[in-house]
């Protein structure tokens, strides 16, 4: 009997050492790039008028500036990428002797990451110019008063090629491109 | 009467042949998961991606020689493979499974816990006799902290169960 419980001893100790077994699962989680950019709070028009002076010798009344209008920015980049918004006049034509003005905030809101750098007093023409570089990951928060203001002003370059009655409609197109 | 307690001993203990008195198996060996689809500029995940509820399956086999209180618990690590330190994994069980006189600890559906390096009880429990399993215990993952400030990439990890006799 003696022979018994030294043998059970053995084989509890034995188990004791080696009583575990393992087994394993793997996870795979996938984060995708996103690039995401809208107007808020909407991309209906805004107008600038110049206005006409009442006394005779005065210069034109160059409207206020607008800025109510605002970029929403949704990023996730792969490490070591960047980003950028280009701006650019998509269609109709500025009137002649009018420079249209854009600054861009730098990043106010709610949201959180790389929001890169803006730019400011940019005439914008037919040509991308870049407003915004430098974008990491990041998101601005959704709506107004999230992500990058955008201030539009007029400036007469040339009195001398203004025309009565030369009004038209821009189409200013943004772009989220990667570096 | 000393051979009959001795004997009896012998099976409480479950101890077998080869030290071995359990052993863990799973199926549903790999999750393959996407954060959501953003839609709107501006906004931020807001939510967690969630396996389906049984997504694992976990089996403790008796596997003792000869046996009647087979005593173990599972212990759950996150070992990474290539995985971002602002997501984090959490995992719970749903349900109890199977099993004939067995008990498990606790019952149900548990609550969350976050997967780590360090080893963490998921459940424990006692299979009555040699070959009464606990069958297919189901098993939910969570992955939490998604955002976009996160280098986009595809990430991976494992997840060891290591079951332990007690």
């Known amino acids: 009997m003696r022979a018994f419980y030294t043998l059970y001893f053995m084989i509890m100790l034995v188990g004791s050492v080696m009583a575990q077994t393992t087994a394993s699962a793997s996870i795979s989680f996938n984060l995708p790039s996103v690039g995401l950019l809208d107007l808020e709070p909407n991309n209906s028009a805004i107008t600038l008028a110049m206005q006409s002076p009442t006394e005779a010798g005065r210069a034109l009344t160059v409207p206020s500036s607008n800025n109510t209008k605002w970029l929403n920015v949704t990023s996730s980049v792969a490490v070591g990428v960047t980003r950028k918004i280009t701006a650019q006049i998509s269609s109709g034509t500025l009137p002649a002797g009018l420079n249209l003005l854009l600054t861009v905030s730098a990043y106010s809101g709610s949201g959180s990451g790389t929001f890169g750098t803006a730019g400011s007093n940019l005439s914008l023409t037919t040509s991308a110019q870049n407003v915004v570089t430098g974008i990491g990951g990041a998101y601005t928060g959704n709506g107004a008063n999230n992500g990058y203001n955008l201030t539009y002003s007029l400036q007469i370059s040339n009195y001398g090629q203004l025309k009565h009655d030369a009004s038209t409609s821009l189409t200013i197109t943004y772009t989220l491109t990667d570096n | ?166």
Do not use: H
């Open chain 2, 1 to 166: 009467m000393k051979r009959i307690i001795g004997l009896f001993c012998f099976l409480l203990s479950g101890a077998s042949v080869s030290g071995q008195s359990n052993a863990i198996s799973i199926t549903g060996t790999s999750w393959s998961a996407s954060a959501p689809t953003l839609t709107e500029a501006g906004n931020n995940y807001s939510s967690n991606v969630t396996s389906a509820s049984n997504q694992t399956l976990v089996t403790v086999s008796s596997t003792a020689f000869l046996g009647l209180l087979l005593s173990w618990k599972v212990m759950v690590t996150k070992q990474d493979v290539s995985w971002n330190s602002n997501l984090t994994v959490w995992i719970r069980k749903t349900g109890d499974g199977t099993s004939l006189l067995g008990s498990i600890t606790p019952s149900g559906t548990s609550s969350y816990i976050q997967l780590s390096t360090t080893q963490q009880e998921l459940f424990r429990g006692t299979n009555v006799l040699t070959s009464l399993n606990r069958n297919n215990v189901p098993i939910q993952y969570e992955i939490r902290g998604l955002s976009v400030t996160i280098p986009a990439a595809n990430y991976s990890a494992n997840v060891i169960y290591t079951l332990i006799d007690l």
